[in-house]
């Protein structure tokens, strides 16, 4: 399974963090999945200011998280999926988001939570979609991700000797 080996974290007090989630709107019921884990990691770690925006596709989200970013917000989870095809496009549409978002993050100094699901088939998808049948749960895990590398850009996380 993808998820083993994952490191543990402590749900720290985030209240005082603000966090966009920029959703694409292909594949709706693993996209509802993603949104739904990461609102729930934000409400589980005390997120009181987020806001969700929706953009046509995985394409599309390292533009609009590069906005989100200059507009100040304290981290920016990235959500979307791309279910291979035929032919390559999704190989240009994965390299394209995932170098996208990496630069926004560079760029900005600003903490992204990569929540962009790249399989193979449709199967693959729901599993990792936080959905009450599926094995995993990408959405919380983007959005604890972006919270815990927010703290440690804030300078707030504890450090060991």
Known sequence: MAGDGAPGSEVFDASGMSVAIVAASWHTQVMDGLVGGAQRALAEYGVTSSHLVQVPGTFELPVVASVLAQQGWDAIVALGVVI????????YVCKAATDGLVRVG???GVAVGFGVLTCDNDQQALDRAGLAHSREDKGYEAAAAALLTARTLRGDARRTP
Not at 84 to 91: A, K
Request: hydrophobic letters at 20%.
């Open 84 to 91: 291979r095809g035929g032919t390559p496009h999704f190989d």
């Open 106 to 108: 560079l760029d900005h």
